[in-house]
């Protein structure tokens, strides 16, 4: 599986696929205070693993923020 997570790294460099390639794996948290100590401090599983959901998305739902809430920590 490692060689497999290189190869891709590698191969989509720049393609954005990273992010999710990390939290499908189940390893984002794990590289970025490995390979980025100045976001390690920072990074909190509850928060990093879940992107925000657009406010305007939120708005346009049926009952907003009550029917369709942000994701934690947004």
């Known amino acids: 599986m490692d060689l497999i997570m290189q190869e891709r790294a590698r191969e989509l460099l720049g393609e954005m696929f990273r ?43 049926a009952g907003g923020i009550t029917a369709f809430p942000q994701n934690p920590g947004y």
């Open 19 to 61: 992010w999710f390639d990390l939290k499908r794996w189940g390893i984002l948290i794990e590289r970025v205070k490995l390979y980025n100590p100045d976001a390690a401090p920072n990074i909190k599983a509850s928060k990093h693993e879940l992107r925000p959901i657009p406010q305007d998305q939120i708005d346009r739902t």
